[in-house]
């Protein structure tokens, strides 16, 4: 599989040297974009876990409670005959302490250079994987604290080092193929601590694909993701490269006016995992505009362990006002009700307020998002 990617990718890259000699000489100046966005709210969750079997809420002014704050650098450079030269160099931060994120790294979001024709596009760098692609259109409720990523932290932490992605558009048919051959040099989610490019043929190595038709009013998405274990540095229970944490997804989409519908699964064998390595996820996803500035979105999700009495359903419900294209004012609540020894939170948008095992949940924060 690694060398038909590998083939695929270095025919492009010739592509794209037959174009640049073409058309060499017309090259433009580059363009450089300043880009961003924050989110601050005021959060109360309850029964967070005090210790000594004891719970009680809390209250705390939180960042990224509708989406992960970043700031970047975006380019790009008309080479002449379609072809483009680019960059990405993001940033994460937690708004409400202005620490950096992602372990403290400066571009921890992303960093990459690549080239970019009619044949499609090659990137080399820190890069998202495929099943990020893939859960685009599906996913409205995004990254932020009361999404799917409470329920599996690697949804929005779908990003490695060391990596080289390859992904072109025909018609209505988008695909791609990602690998990483050392995904993280640091611990910062889940399978982390691992930054692999030794000489073993797996050790620390993911790889990604995905396919997409988009029919105009509904599309379907599938991506199959796979990262191999490293040392026993390693966290999360990859502590070698015959263990791996593999997610496959099918997820669907359809627009009806101005009204959308997602809905997804995902399917997950984490060999990280000693007592519960297999899971689905579940989600069915509505975003209903409700005025020209109010829009409403709500997700029902469930995550099921196999062969475990473990499972944790989420109810989540956000309302957004747009003061203009860049600020907009928000209301968001989660209900999640855990059963065995699940003890998931029904936030992530800030650490450490987990309920005791099989508590529910509830949280609810307002707050302002500005993008720039």
Same mark, same amino acid.
């Given at each position: ?5 590998t083939i695929g990718m270095c025919a492009a890259l010739m592509g794209t ?46 960042? =990224? ?27 994460? !931060? ?12 400066? !571009? ?8 970019k024709g009619g044949w499609g596009e090659v990137d080399l760098g820190r ?13 409205? !409720? ?50 982390t601590n691992c930054p692999g490019e030794a000489s073993d043929s797996k ?58 519908? =997602? ?108 993008? !720039?």
């Open positions: 599989m690694v060398n038909k990617i040297t037959a174009a640049w000699a073409q058309d060499g000489s017309a090259n433009a100046p580059s363009a450089v974009t300043l880009y961003g966005v924050i989110d601050q709210a005021v959060e109360h969750v309850s029964n967070v876990s005090l210790g000594n079997g004891q719970t009680g809420g809390v209250n705390r002014i939180t960042g =990224g409670a509708t989406t992960a704050a970043r700031w970047g650098l975006r380019g790009r450079e008309d080479l002449g005959g379609g072809l483009a030269a680019l960059f990405t160099l993001e940033s994460s !931060f937690s708004g409400d302490t202005g620490v950096l994120g992602t372990a403290g790294r400066l !571009f921890g979001r992303q960093a990459y250079v690549g080239l890069l998202y994987t495929m099943r990020y692609y893939s859960l685009l259109d599906s996913d409205m !409720f995004g990254g932020g604290g009361h999404g799917l990523g409470t329920l599996d932290p690697g949804i929005p932490a779908a990003r490695a080092d060391n990596s080289i992605s390859y992904r072109n558009t025909t018609g209505p048919f988008s695909y791609g193929v990602h690998l990483s051959l050392g995904r993280d040099s640091v611990t910062t989610s889940p399978g050790q620390c190595r993911q790889w990604s694909v995905m396919a997409k038709y988009d029919g105009g009013s509904w599309g379907v998405v599938s991506s199959y993701d796979k990262m191999y274990g490293g040392t026993t540095a390693t966290t999360a229970g990859l502590t070698t490269p015959d263990r791996s944490d593999v997610r496959s997804t099918i997820n669907g989409y359809m627009k009806l006016g101005e009204n959308r519908v =997602g809905m997804g699964w995902l399917k997950r064998n984490n060999e990280g995992s000693t007592t519960t390595p297999k899971s689905d996820l579940y989600w069915i996803v509505g975003v209903v505009p409700v005025t020209g500035a109010l829009v409403v979105d709500g997700m029902l999700s469930e995550l099921k362990y196999e062969n475990s009495a473990n499972k944790a359903v989420m109810v989540s419900l956000r309302g957004t006002y747009s003061l203009s294209k860049r600020t907009a004012l928000f209301v968001s609540g989660v209900h999640l009700k855990n059963s065995g020894a699940s003890a998931i939170s029904a936030s992530t948008a800030q650490s450490g307020s987990a309920p005791l095992a099989g508590q529910s949940q509830n949280a609810i924060q307002t707050g302002i998002r500005h993008s !720039f």
